[in-house]
């Protein structure tokens, strides 16, 4: 059931007006483009932007944080 409701959350987010194209942001000193802030959503696509210390960190932190709740069990 969470994973029907994973997937509406998901396309929800993909469509919305203000993810779509390369708008720009200029909420800081420099500019930047939606595609700063999101990835294509393709599984394994972040091997491309984290080295494997920072996945090591985000495994850690995942395990930590949500350790009794049965989130990580899928891939078990």
Not at 2 to 22: D, I, Q, R, S, V
Not at 42 to 67: C, H, Q
Request: hydrophobic share 30%; proline share 1%.
């Amino acid at each position: 059931m969470w994973t029907e409701n994973y997937k509406k959350c998901f396309e929800t987010l993909k469509n919305l007006e203000a993810n779509k194209g390369e708008k720009e942001r200029e909420d800081r000193a420099a500019v930047y483009a939606n595609s700063a802030y999101f990835r294509k959503g393709k599984v394994g696509d972040w091997s491309n932007y984290l080295t494997p210390e920072m996945a090591a960190r985000i495994d850690g932190i995942m395990e930590e944080k949500f350790k009794d709740t049965g989130l990580l069990e899928h891939g078990q």
